[in-house]
Structure formats: C-alpha cells, structure tokens
C-alpha cells in the first residue's frame, strides 16, 4: 500500500515512467524508509493500471531499448490516493527497533564483543544524521513544506536514535546493564 502511496502521489506532480518515479524516490530519500525495490514499484504500476488508478499516455520506442510507457494519475486514482493518505494518518503503528528483543537480555552479553558492534552501530547512526541533515539542505529551497516535514523527522528521528545508542554503549563500557534502581535520565524540557 505504501508504495501505491508513493507512485500515485508522485503522478500527482507529473506524468511519469516507473523508472523516473523510481529515481524521484531515491532522490528525495524515500529509500530510507520504505522498501524500493524496482520489480515491486513495477508490479505495482500495472495494478494501478489494471484498477484504473493510473493511465498510460504515452509509449516511447526504442530501437535498442525496451519500450518507456508514460503514466499519469485518472481521477479514481486521486481519490484512491486521498484515502490512502488519509488512512496513513490515521493508523497508528507502534514503533518497532530491530534491537527492542534483544535490549533486555543485553546484560549478558560480553562487553568486549558488544562495544565494538554498538560502535559499528553508531557509526552507522552518524552516517544517517548526516545523510538525513545534508537531504534537507539539498532539498529544502525546492520541496514542499509537507516533504520538509519529513526530512526534518527522519533527521531528528536519526539524532536521536543516534543519542540513544550512545547511552547504550556507554553504560556497556562501563559494565552497568545489570544495574537495577538507577533510573536513567530522561530529557525532562522534553517531557
């Protein structure tokens, strides 16, 4: 569903072949957060097609390439992407980190095998608040405030995960993950 989201929403700016709305979602950094796997984006062109959502108006041919067919969005198709939208908003989905199942047992992990891969990790992390910050400034002078919206939350989402990571290793270093009644600080200005 998210990647019917995307194609059609991205119809909405222009009409498009897949591979141009393959490439606009890795430049707009649409990779980061959602699966774009180019037989999937494809797969999911034809049966917004084949449901009317979408339309071809126009093929190119080529003599050494495969033909480019064109799309754009039908009026069923706007109104399939507004509920889409809004059905995105209106879910709510509890936020799932790769390492929430093993973070209670952490305490009986090796230290010198664990720091060294929560380093990779961070390393990893400052890489994405980087990537995330350097795609807003590229960006942020051309795209709607709607898609600075969401670069700003993959930045700060980043940031903190980043922060989080952090206090992690550093209570890993120091041997403190079987502590117990020693609350961690909370941000309170950010309670």
Request: no cysteine.
């Amino acid at each position: 569903m998210s990647m019917k989201l995307a194609i059609l929403g991205l119809l909405l700016e222009g009409n498009y072949h897949p591979y141009e709305i393959h490439s606009i979602m890795k430049d707009r950094g649409m990779d980061q957060y959602t699966k774009l796997q180019l037989g999937s984006l494809y797969y999911a062109v034809d049966r917004l097609a084949e449901e009317g959502y979408i339309e071809a108006v126009e093929t190119i041919q080529s003599d050494n390439r495969p033909d480019k067919t064109i799309y754009r969005i039908t009026n069923a198709g706007r109104k399939h992407f507004e509920q889409l939208l809004l059905k995105k908003f209106r879910d709510i989905e509890p936020v799932h980190h790769p390492l929430y199942i093993a973070l209670p047992f952490s305490r009986h992990a090796d230290p010198e095998t664990l720091g060294p891969i929560l380093q990779a990790r961070i390393r990893d992390a400052e890489h994405r608040v980087n990537q995330a910050y350097q795609l807003y400034v590229e960006h942020r002078g051309f795209v709607p405030r709607s898609t600075q919206h969401l670069m700003v939350g993959m930045y700060e989402h980043a940031k903190t995960d980043l922060n989080w990571l952090k206090r992690l290793y550093a209570d890993v270093i120091d041997g403190r993950l079987g502590i117990k009644g020693e609350p961690l600080p909370l941000d309170e200005d950010e309670r």
